[in-house]
């Protein structure tokens, strides 16, 4: 397994996410129905809102998982916030990074992962992900690209409408 990248920013992008002041807050319907619709029309079980704090994924939103937060170094999050584009692992299984992570081999069982980095808008710099999440392998199609694609737009909006 490999665990998640620190960026060489860390200092300055945890930061920006601070001055959200958007963790460890209550739930919010905002977010909640973009996570209830990444699950309904990109037929997976469960989405989440995440933000990448120092040790932690925190969960701002979920759909399909009662947990709210996780641990970044082997958060498939924690990946995907570096990307540039559009994260996908179609089959973790086959994915050397995460074949043997504890989410993989154990609950959730997690064999299909997608996420889009969300930014701060003043600092640019990556703060969390929008994501979906199957248990069993799946390829995305490009309305189902371009779905997420627009949905982690608007929770990129709502996070920043606040700062």
């Known amino acids: 397994m490999q665990l998640a990248p620190i960026p060489e920013n860390e200092k300055e992008r945890l930061e920006a996410l601070h001055k959200l002041a958007i963790l460890d807050t209550d739930p919010e319907e905002r977010f909640d ?19 990448v704090d120092k040790d932690r994924e ?9 947990v709210k937060e996780g641990d970044r ?12 584009d559009i994260f996908v692992v179609e089959d ?22 997608a996420g889009v980095s969300l930014m701060d808008h003043k600092t640019h710099l990556p703060i969390g992900v929008l ?29 920043n409408s606040k700062a």
């Open 33 to 51: 129905s973009i996570t209830k619709e990444a699950t309904t029309k990109l037929k997976v079980p469960i989405s989440t809102l995440t933000l």
């Open 58 to 66: 925190w969960f701002k939103s979920t759909k399909g998982i009662d």
């Open 73 to 84: 170094a082997i958060s498939f999050c924690g990946h995907a916030l570096l990307a540039s």
């Open 92 to 113: 973790t299984l086959k994915d050397d990074r995460f074949k043997d992570n504890p989410m993989v081999i154990g609950s959730p069982y997690i064999r299909f992962y």
């Open 131 to 159: 994501c979906v999440k199957d248990s069993k392998p799946k390829k995305l199609t490009l309305e189902e690209i371009n779905t997420l694609m627009e949905l982690s737009s608007r929770a990129e909006k709502e996070i």
